[in-house]
Each structure stands twice: as C-alpha cells, then as structure tokens.
C-alpha cells in the first residue's frame, strides 16, 4: 500500500473543488436555460446579465479562491486569475453550448 502525503490530499481536494465549481456552473447554465430563466419577471437584457454575467463571474471568483490553494499558483497572483479567466470561459462555453444543443435557441 503507498501512503499519500498530505500534500497530496490537498492536491486532490483542490482540484476536486476546481471540477465541483465548473459542474456547478454549467448545471446552473444549463437548468437556468432548460426552466425557462424559471419564469422571472426581468427584461431581457437583465435576463442575460444575471445568466451570463453575474454566473461567470461568480464562477472566476470561485475558481481564483480554489486555485489560491494549489502550489502552482502559490506566489503568482496574475497566473492565478489568468487560470480563473480561462476555466470560467470554458464553463460557460460549455454550459450554453449544452443548453442550446439539449433545448435550442
């Protein structure tokens, strides 16, 4: 039996956090546009807004507090939020691809 340091438990927490944070966001995409927006009253652009752009970004702040943890990004701030850019774009990509492949536009 190999013993795991515990460097490496904090390894596998970190990133299964980082896999949990972009199934979360895309479920949301993807339920949000599948329920109809769940039928709330707001125009279309705040529609948008909140869909795309308060999730994503809430998405990024999760993903740059996640990474903050890996020793990769120990020490350098810029990479870290280049990392939360890029995985909250594929996220979302990823969840408004799904909902308007499962649903249509």
Do not use: E, Q
């Amino acid at each position: 039996m190999t013993a795991v340091s515990i460097r490496d438990r904090v390894l596998m927490k970190r990133i299964a956090l980082i896999a949990l944070i972009a199934a979360a966001h895309i479920a949301f995409l993807y339920g949000c546009y599948g329920a109809r927006f769940f039928g709330l009253p707001l125009s279309y652009n705040a529609t948008m807004a909140v869909w795309l752009g308060v999730s994503t970004i809430a998405a990024g702040i999760a993903y740059a507090r996640a990474a903050a943890g890996l020793a990769w990004f120990s020490g350098r701030t810029p990479l870290r939020h280049l990392f939360a850019i890029a995985a909250a774009g594929i996220s979302l990509y990823a969840g408004v691809f799904w909902a308007f492949n499962a649903f249509g536009t």
